[in-house]
Nanobody, 122 residues
Framework: QVHLVESGGGSVQAGGSLTLSCTAS????????MGWYREAPGKDRELVAA???????NYADFVKGRFTISRDDIKNTVYLQMNSLEPEDAAVYFC????????????????WGQGTQVTVSS
């Protein structure tokens, strides 16, 4: 049974920082591209950042230069360091697989965790 657990969210003022963590049980990160996603009220879930098995990273334009994704496959954990937070960054943040599709072209995900809430006040 795959179980993703996100943590580290909280409430900060604009300009503040948070570090999110995502740990998996019943699932190995190694060999998988991992991503952080976020979902704000009334908006679709969107990809924030992704990291390949060799540490290559990609970021959505709206977080470039502010967020850093990293991974520790020994600990089966992926991190998201968020700096210079803006009110627009407020959302529930999730981690999951990234970059894999099934034969129908649909993205493949592990079961989603509960996410971790990030609130940013102006």
């Amino acid at each position: 049974q795959v179980h993703l657990v996100e943590s580290g969210g909280g409430s900060v003022q604009a300009g503040g920082s948070l570090t999110l963590s995502c740990t998996a049980s019943g699932y190995l990160f190694s060999g998988k591209i991992m991503g952080w996603y976020r979902e704000a009220p009334g908006k679709d879930r969107e990809l924030v950042a992704a990291i390949t098995t060799d540490g290559t990273t990609n970021y959505a334009d709206f977080v470039k230069g502010r967020f850093t994704i990293s991974r520790d496959d020994i600990k089966n954990t992926v991190y998201l360091q968020m700096n210079s937070l803006e009110p627009e960054d407020a959302a529930v943040y999730f981690c999951n697989r990234n970059g894999e599709n099934d034969v129908h072209g649909q993205a493949i995900f592990a079961p989603w965790g509960q996410g971790t809430q990030v609130t940013v006040s102006s």
